[in-house]
């Protein structure tokens, strides 16, 4: 493995709670985007994970990886903003949601909806064509980039084998292990599907969806 910004699983998992991120803005409930994710299998949701990290700490983890990789990595505004108002998750007792004594959740916390000035209801979610491993198009929006920028990271060298992916997201992240991994799960959907997929999330949602030159390969 080799040394670089953002190693793996955090260069991984940026996209998945960027795009977490990016959906709360555009209006979608955090509730049902956790949701979402632990059907999927994963531990807790993304904005369960990111109060306890830390919104402060997330916020700047961010900034270091969108130094590094640029529009792949857009800055959603939201975590500044929460920041900014002391909400920096389970520690202060407020980000996404409310927390109480020993820091058990005590439900969404609905005003950081206006801190982060919503710009308004959440997008037709609907796509064309057959999801990516009956995936929900929220599903696809949040695990797909983490596959494209994992065959991104093994294209580059950064892991020498998939299983080195894999095996850092179930035991760094808590990826769903009857999934076999991430990039076990991708090769159950398909290259070429992955590619069709992430270029229809490109044309409704923008560059940072671009599938890496290796999935390119692989399609072919």
Same mark, same amino acid.
């Given at each position: 493995? *080799?040394?670089? +910004? &953002?190693?793996?699983?955090?260069?991984?998992?940026?996209? @998945?709670?960027g795009? #977490?991120?990016?959906?709360f %803005?555009?209006?979608?409930?955090?509730?049902?985007?956790?949701?979402?994710?632990?059907?999927?299998?994963?531990?807790?949701?993304?904005?369960?994970?990111?109060?306890?990290i830390?919104?402060?700490?997330?916020?700047?983890?961010?900034?270091?990886l969108?130094?590094?990789?640029?529009?792949?990595?857009?800055?959603?505004?939201?975590?500044?903003?929460?920041?900014? *108002?002391?909400? +920096? &998750?389970?520690?202060?007792?407020r980000?996404?949601?409310? @927390?109480?004594?020993? #820091?058990?959740?005590?439900? %969404?916390?609905?005003?950081?909806?206006?801190?982060?000035?919503?710009?308004?209801?959440?997008r037709?979610?609907?796509?064309?064509?057959r999801?990516?491993?009956?995936?929900?198009?929220?599903?696809?929006?949040?695990?797909?980039?983490?596959?494209?920028?994992?065959?991104?990271?093994?294209g580059?060298?950064?892991?020498?084998?998939?299983?080195?992916?894999?095996?850092?997201?179930v035991? &760094?992240?808590?990826?769903?292990p009857?999934?076999?991994?991430?990039?076990?799960? #991708?090769?159950?959907?398909?290259?070429?599907?992955?590619?069709?997929?992430?270029?229809?999330?490109?044309?409704?949602?923008?560059?940072r969806?671009?599938?890496?030159?290796?999935?390119?390969?692989?399609?072919?």
């Amino acid at each position: 493995m *080799e040394d670089a +910004t &953002g190693f793996l699983v955090n260069r991984i998992l940026r996209p @998945y709670l960027g795009e #977490a991120l990016l959906l709360f %803005e555009e209006g979608a409930p955090v509730q049902a985007t956790d949701a979402e994710m632990r059907a999927f299998g994963m531990p807790m949701g993304p904005f369960e994970l990111l109060d306890r990290i830390g919104l402060d700490v997330a916020q700047h983890v961010s900034g270091v990886l969108l130094a590094a990789f640029g529009n792949r990595f857009p800055a959603p505004s939201a975590l500044e903003k929460l920041t900014a *108002e002391g909400r +920096t &998750g389970v520690k202060s007792g407020r980000g996404f949601y409310r @927390y109480g004594r020993a #820091a058990k959740k005590r439900g %969404e916390d609905r005003s950081a909806r206006t801190i982060a000035e919503v710009r308004g209801r959440a997008r037709d979610a609907q796509l064309p064509g057959r999801p990516a491993g009956r995936l929900t198009p929220a599903q696809e929006r949040h695990v797909l980039p983490m596959i494209n920028e994992a065959a991104t990271a093994l294209g580059e060298g950064i892991v020498r084998a998939p299983v080195d992916v894999d095996l850092g997201m179930v035991m &760094g992240t808590g990826f769903p292990p009857f999934r076999g991994g991430l990039l076990r799960f #991708a090769d159950s959907v398909g290259a070429a599907n992955l590619v069709e997929r992430l270029g229809i999330l490109g044309e409704r949602y923008g560059p940072r969806f671009a599938p890496c030159g290796l999935l390119k390969d692989l399609a072919r």
